[in-house]
């Protein structure tokens, strides 16, 4: 296997999970590749590939893929591919990694496992592991042909510093498509960063769903936050009903979180929410349904009216920090 | 203008896998894919306000017609169902393949998806079928505007809304939240029958027996593994001693 990691990268920072991907592929017994694709000055980024266990980088560094469009990539990954003489991409799943990757599948004739939480090497193939129908059960997949691509599910690997030398740097050119520089990007908004540890960094996150029944029952999470010291995540169906900023989702399209505690109130534990929270380290739900798919998943499974519950837990936990201190 | 919107007939309530196969058992009942109507929806919603011609186009097996005739009673003008034996077992590059060769038989100024589907749950076809077509792509679109020949396509993405133009013809991917499906009406049922639906073959996309089904997949599935154990999961099932329960859990394990 010759494998190279797509690193996606935001905000002049190379993405939690892509490092995550990487630092796993260079537990697989090879020297492991890197790519970087971006505008001017994404060169910079090459140390910190180097700290997560790159023996190479390949950059293509160039005004036609700066900005964060999958078809650009897509020629410029293939570029790569063709420099480095690779038979895998790795990549970590995101909005713009899977459009890259599905796109890559179809230039380089390969194909693409996605969703894959584990990958090895078997009789010297590569097999990779994905929960897939709800998650209800778990399949092992493989590749018969072509270049191979593996696509990530968000969050599955920690990112593990590593010593060791400086990578070599491969710059690459890329001539792009016609097709792939059709579509433009006029404007980017991005999110406002609320002051405080951000969702992905917070130690404590609590969480609201539909059950919490109405936006101003937000407070309750916002309460229990500020008593766990912690901050308040939110599903899509909450966001959606106007109930929590986009900002706060937490899933397969919004955040992936993996803190100490996270607490679920009011959440059904659809696969799609699941994805972005199950690597908390203790999971806590309140539901009043004994049967909420959420709690196979959590390790203190609480069958309850969340108005019933959390309000007194809120006191309790404020009782316990002001004795402790 | 006309927009092809991309369908998938999906299985109902619980899902399997069939053991010998190793392939999702379509032999049951099946429905239109929960989030394809979002996509449906914004192409009504445009032909409501300008004019167009809805094709719906998808890939399965022979009663995915029911799925097509969901589609067509909530307003789209016809339906293609690409349906052939040799096709069964498709994975996402050959049916890329299959849907780009439908597609390029109809030329449609805009080709819509939906989010994802409920059984392969890749949401990545759209990235395939743009590069067979190569032609501009755009997902994960939460609003969606058509002007003078090309689309603006606000996309959410993780670090915020990106507003991205691409010159028609286009791919776009929806989001789930970008409208609220309609219902189909009496009228519209009872009409859908009697709306043109083609079934084609491979032979009919000029697509061989090599480049379809298992022979043109590049991926296969090895093996069904037991779900790895979890810990186990400490249940409280009285409300009211519950919060000074979850207290004493916390300080259990370190947390408060
Ligand atoms: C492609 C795709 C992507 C998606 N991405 C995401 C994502 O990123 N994040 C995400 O969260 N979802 C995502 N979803 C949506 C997901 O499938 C679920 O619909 C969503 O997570 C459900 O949110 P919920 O748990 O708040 O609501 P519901 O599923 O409606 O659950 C509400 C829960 O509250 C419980 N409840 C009701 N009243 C009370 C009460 N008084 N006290 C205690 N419990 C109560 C109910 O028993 C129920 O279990 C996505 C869906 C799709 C198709
Ligand atoms: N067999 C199919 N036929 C037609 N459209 C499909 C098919 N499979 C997937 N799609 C479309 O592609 C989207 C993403 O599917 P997927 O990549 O399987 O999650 C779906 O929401 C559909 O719009």
Known sequence: ?325 | MKIAVCVKHVPDGRVRLDPGTKRIDRSGDGALNRVDSNALEEALRLKDSSQADVVLVSLGPPGATESLLTGLALGADRAVLVSDPLAEGSDLVATSRLLAAALERESPDLVLFGQQSSDGAGGLLWGAVAERLRRPLVSQAAELAVGDGSVRVTRQSESGDDVIDAPLPALVGVSDSINEPRYASLRGRMGAKKKPMDVLALGDLGVSPEEAGEAGSRTVVLGIVPPAARGSTVRLEDAEAAPAAIVEFLVGRDLL
């Not at chain 1, 405080?196 to 229990?224: C, H, K, R």
Request: negative net charge; aromatic residues 4%; charged residues 20%.
């Open chain 1, 1 to 325: 296997m010759k494998a190279v990691v797509f690193l996606e990268h935001r905000g002049g920072e190379l993405a939690r999970g892509a490092l995550g991907v990487l630092s796993k592929a260079a537990t697989l017994g090879e020297p492991v590749a890197a790519a970087i694709v971006g505008g001017p000055d994404v060169k910079a980024l090459v140390p910190q590939a180097g700290r997560y266990g790159a023996s190479s980088v390949y950059v293509v560094e160039s005004g036609d893929v700066a900005d964060p469009l999958p078809q650009p990539r897509v020629d410029a990954l293939a570029a790569i591919v063709a420099a480095g003489g690779f038979d895998t991409v790795l990549l970590a799943n995101s909005v713009l990694a899977g459009d890259v990757a599905a796109g890559l599948a179809v230039r380089l004739d390969g194909g693409v496992n996605w969703d894959l939480v584990d990958l090895s090497v078997r009789d010297g193939q590569l097999v990779g592991v994905r929960p897939a129908l709800g998650d209800s059960i778990v399949v092992e997949v493989g590749w018969r042909s072509g270049p191979q691509i593996a696509l990530f599910r968000a969050g599955s690997f920690e990112p593990v510093p590593v010593e060791g030398p400086e990578p070599e740097v491969h710059e690459v050119a890329v001539a792009t498509e016609p097709h792939s520089v059709l579509a433009r990007l006029v404007e980017q908004r991005l999110q406002q960063q609320s002051a405080g540890p951000s969702i992905e960094d917070a130690d404590v996150v609590v969480a609201g769903g539909m059950g919490l029944g109405a936006a101003e029952n937000f407070s309750l999470a916002e309460a229990l936050a500020d008593a766990l010291g912690g901050v308040v995540g939110a599903t899509r169906a909450a966001v959606y009903a106007g109930w929590y900023p986009y900002s706060a989702q937490v899933g397969q399209t919004g955040k992936t979180v993996a803190p100490k505690l996270y607490v679920a109130l009011g959440i059904s534990g659809a696969v799609q929410h699941k994805v972005g929270m199950q690597n908390a380290k203790t999971i806590v739900a309140v539901n009043s349904d004994p049967n909420a798919p959420i709690f196979e998943f959590s390790d203190l499974a609480v069958v309850g009216d969340v108005h019933a519950v959390v309000p007194e837990l809120i006191e309790l936990v404020r009782q316990r920090r002001q004795g402790a201190s």
